[in-house]
Nanobody, 119 residues
């Protein structure tokens, strides 16, 4: 059973940067596409970014394009989300998830981690 754990969240000022990590245990991450999702209070969950199993394909929501970068290190069983030029509207709980596709649903989910962008 694949288990995912997010780390690297916290409080950052507008314009700042954070790097989220999603580390897998219990199984290998390398056969799965990995997505990052977020949910802000009172809002629906939205897909932020996704990376294919090989790392060769990435996709981003329009709201984060050119500011966020997804990458993976299969040897470390870890996927990263580098977030730059953060805005208050990026404040949310961020989740990583694993599936065979990049879509709105996933087979395995992490517990989520808070990212707060505020001065």
């Amino acid at each position: 059973q694949l288990q995912l754990v997010e780390s690297g969240g916290g409080l950052v000022q507008p314009g700042g940067s954070l790097r989220l990590s999603c580390t897998a245990s219990g199984s290998t991450l390398k056969i799965y596409n990995i997505g990052w999702f977020r949910q802000a209070p009172g809002k629906e969950r939205e897909g932020v970014s996704c990376i294919s199993a090989s790392g060769g394909l990435t996709k981003y929501a329009d709201s984060v394009k050119d500011r966020f970068t997804i990458s993976r290190d299969n040897a470390k069983n870890t996927v990263y989300l580098q977030m730059s030029s953060l805005k208050p509207e990026d404040t949310a709980v961020y989740y990583c998830a694993a599936d065979y596709l990049c879509g709105d649903y996933a087979l395995y989910w992490g517990q989520g981690i808070q990212v707060t962008v505020s001065s």
